[in-house]
């Protein structure tokens, strides 16, 4: 995974975890500590995000139901134990009991919170945002839409002042249209992300995507019932999207896949922009879109023309 990111011009991720039996996470998230902990040979390993259990079956999407849970403070505690404290982020319903509690918790061990797969009302994900949830998951999957009479999750997560909204912008998730009017409501909040599973950069077939077996049919996800499960995006495609179906400038567009995640995230200081005192950890592409080079930390880790070498340092 880190070294296809870097082949796509990606410096950084925060690995993502799906809903699952409790064991599977607890493993998936010792993993990530190991990996961040040994290091990687592409991009860096930021941590560990937790997408699901404490999720809502009306707006399941690809996770499974029968390993939804109930918020308990013990344990999330367990959760960022099992991660050695590199878990960075939860997904959570807002209408889900205990959820104000929950967030207020993770806020104070430095955990983010994010609002997704959730059918809660305007009310409910606004108190959440104003409780110090951080955002909402991929706007407009996953949750309760915007109606004229009840906005929603939509509704609050564009129009609250502080809120991040992640968009998955690969053209069959979202609408372009949809799109648009997310950029003209939130601007500098929109967070573009991939939502990409195992099967990204592989040809169509037959993939895993947690406990269950999902279907590529021209690079789109499908679970058995037809609905989606996940994507294929890379994130270079999606700032090439947000280019061209909004008719932005392209380093405008990159700016949403890179300095607003590492808002999202509280680590501008490090990431984002290219400054002096910051990481160097950058990318050059061409006129045609295409990533030339990716360094992490001022390390040479892919070349569109050579083998990425490690020893290679950015001068």
Same mark, same amino acid.
């Given at each position: ?91 959570? #319903?807002?209408?889900?009991? /205990? ?6 918790? +993770?806020? !104070?061990?430095? %955990?983010? $919170?994010?609002? =997704? ?78 939502? #990409?599973?195992?099967?990204? /950069? ?6 895993? +995507?947690? !406990?269950?077996? %999902?279907? $590529?049919?021209? =690079? ?96």
């Amino acid at each position: 995974m880190s070294l296809f990111f870097a082949q796509q011009g990606v410096t950084a991720f925060v690995a993502t975890t799906v809903t699952a039996p409790v064991a599977r996470i607890r493993n998936a998230l010792k993993q990530v500590a190991k990996s961040k902990a040994a290091g990687l040979e592409g991009a860096e390993l930021l941590g560990a995000y937790l997408e699901g259990p404490y999720f809502t079956a009306r707006h399941k999407g690809a996770h499974p139901t029968e390993w939804f849970r109930e918020l308990s403070l013990d344990e999330l505690e367990n959760w960022i134990s099992y991660s050695d404290n590199q878990l960075i982020t939860v997904a959570l #319903a807002a209408e889900k009991v /205990g959820a104000i509690q929950a967030i207020e918790y +993770l806020n !104070e061990q430095g %955990v983010k $919170v994010m609002i =997704g797969h959730s059918d809660a009302s305007f009310d409910q994900v606004d108190a959440a945002l104003k409780a110090g949830a951080n955002g909402i998951v991929h706007c407009y999957n996953g949750m309760r839409g915007l109606h004229h009479r009840d906005p929603g999750v939509v509704g609050a997560g564009l129009c609250h002042p502080d809120s991040f909204v992640e968009i998955i912008a690969d053209g069959h998730h979202v609408h372009p249209t949809a799109i648009d009017i997310a950029h003209r409501c939130c601007g500098e909040r929109l967070t573009l992300i991939t939502d #990409a599973m195992s099967a990204a /950069g592989m040809p169509d077939g037959t993939y895993q +995507l947690g !406990e269950h077996s %999902v279907e $590529v049919k021209d =690079g789109v996800v499908t679970t058995a019932c037809g609905s989606l499960a996940g994507s294929t995006l890379t994130l270079n495609q999606a700032v090439v999207h947000l280019h061209q179906w909004l008719d932005i400038p392209f380093e405008q567009a990159w700016l949403r896949a890179s300095l607003t995640p590492a808002k999202s995230l509280g680590i501008d200081h490090q990431f984002g922009t290219l400054e002096v005192g910051k990481s160097a950890s950058m990318v050059a592409i061409n006129t045609q879109f295409s990533i030339e080079n990716s360094w992490v930390n001022g390390r040479l880790v892919f070349s569109a023309d050579a083998p990425a070498r490690q020893e290679a340092i950015c001068i």
